[in-house]
């Protein structure tokens, strides 16, 4: 018992502990989350990019070169060399690509929103392990103190049946049989010491620390039924709205390529001086367009095509999936609301049960056998009301992550919420890095390194 106790005290550390404390916890601290709004910010940087292809392409170019007359190099003459050097500035502006280049900013533009979607559908993820962390660590928590209650009583049922065995009462195999319990009891004791363990592993690894004492945490709020849940999951999971944005990029995709196929008008300039500090500028509109590329713009065509019936199909899956999930963390809810209640009147019945076969023990109408096994059935009851209780929990913060509402906004967590558009907002015109715009962003990136 002395080792049980050293085993279990070191992870039940004295600070209270909601799973509020613990959810708000994970979201500040999730490097699942950090990575994904990394990848979020690449993302806006697309947008960018693709931004940029509409302004003026200005680039510089210098040159020196010095050249020997005469042939072979023997005779060269130093004195006869000659030196020319130029420096030069071109420029370059399209003036009409038929929307090629803004299809492609809109485009980018989906794909942003979509990304946005998969850093909520990451967010859900992080919270609901969290939450089944959380309740695992209590239910284990329960289990050890149900089985370090059950070594007790054995123990004393252990002792009673010595005390009737040395007065004649019973018979040695009365004892044994209680020695039995009591190795039984013990090792189950010690593996349930190693699930709390464990679950105490996921909820480092879930939350970003070891857990306190864990506060009790009532199932969460659920007032649809799964009619009006599946409605609002259609509406509101970032699954399905990542699928949407997707099918809308891909359909942008197909504008692009068809544009790809008209003429592109560009404004062209250029400034040169030499070594003779001689200037010159020369300022023209190019003009030009495929004719025949062996057919790789319309295989190019077909393929955004292609992808934009997958995408389509893909969002049809999607939405049977979320359908289907939403009805399977509805059905777990069910279940366990049901077990709640059959368990409930179990442990009732258990008790007054056991209480009655051990006072007809001390009468000498019961075996020590009956008093065990009746034991026996108070535990299990009571062990599956606490489970019950637990998977009510989980299953009604799994319905909540069905319907895409398992999110740090939705629960009103006490956290500083991740906007997503601010970064976004930052880069939209794609800024110069010598700007004022470059500069906070700058800044910005060399925070978020710095965290």
Do not use: C
Request: aromatic content about 4%; cysteine-free; glycine content about 6%.
């Amino acid at each position: 018992m002395l080792a049980a106790t050293l085993v279990v005290a070191p992870v039940l550390p004295s600070q209270a502990e909601t799973l509020a404390d613990a959810l708000a916890f994970g979201y500040e601290n999730s490097g699942l989350l950090e990575q994904n709004r990394a990848l979020l910010r690449a993302a806006d940087e697309d947008v960018a990019q693709a931004v940029a292809r509409l302004m003026p392409v200005i680039n510089w170019a210098a040159q020196a070169q010095l050249t020997y007359p005469g042939s072979p190099i023997a005779n060269i003459s130093i004195g006869e060399s000659q030196l020319s050097a130029n420096v030069s500035l071109s420029a370059n502006l399209t003036l009409f690509d038929g929307g090629q280049t803004q299809f492609a900013i809109e485009a980018q533009k989906e794909t942003v929103l979509g990304t946005r979607q998969a850093l909520l559908g990451v967010e859900q993820q992080v919270m609901l392990r969290i939450v089944q962390a959380y309740m695992d660590v209590r239910r284990a928590n329960e289990f050890v103190a149900l089985r370090q209650n059950n070594v007790r009583l054995i123990t004393q049922e252990l002792r009673a049946a010595q005390d009737r065995f040395e007065v004649g009462e019973v018979t040695r195999t009365d004892v044994a049989l209680a020695e039995a319990r009591l190795a039984a009891a013990r090792s189950q004791l010690a593996a349930e010491e190693g699930f709390l363990l464990r679950a105490v592993e996921e909820f480092r690894a879930a939350v970003g620390r070891a857990p306190g004492s864990l506060q009790p945490a009532p199932a969460a709020r659920i007032g649809q039924s799964v009619t009006e849940a599946k409605a609002i999951a259609q509406r509101t999971h970032p699954s399905i709205l990542q699928a949407q944005h997707a099918v809308t990029a891909a359909e942008l995709g197909i504008r692009r390529a068809e544009a790809a196929m008209g003429p592109t008008v560009s404004l062209t300039g250029q400034v040169g001086l030499n070594e003779n500090l001689d200037a010159g500028a020369q300022i023209g509109v190019q003009v030009g367009g495929p004719i025949y590329q062996g057919g790789a713009l319309s295989s190019q065509l077909r393929q955004f095509m292609a992808r934009r019936d997958a995408t389509r199909a893909s969002l049809l899956v999607t939405a049977q999936a979320v359908d289907q999930n939403v009805g399977n963390a509805y059905a777990l809810l069910q279940v366990a609301r049901a077990s709640i209640e059959a368990s409930e009147r179990q442990v009732r019945a258990a008790t007054v049960a056991f209480e009655g076969v051990r006072e007809e023990a001390t009468l000498g109408a019961r075996t020590t056998l009956d008093v065990l096994n009746a034991e026996q059935e108070l535990l299990n009851a009571r062990a599956s009301l606490i489970s019950a209780q637990v998977d009510e929990t989980i299953a009604s913060y799994t319905v909540l992550a069905s319907m895409g509402l398992l999110t740090a906004q939705t629960l009103n967590l006490r956290v500083q919420l991740y906007d997503p558009s601010a970064y976004y907002n930052l880069v939209d015109g794609a800024p110069p890095i010598l700007s004022e715009q470059g500069a906070a962003l700058d800044r910005v990136l060399r925070a978020i390194g710095g965290n």
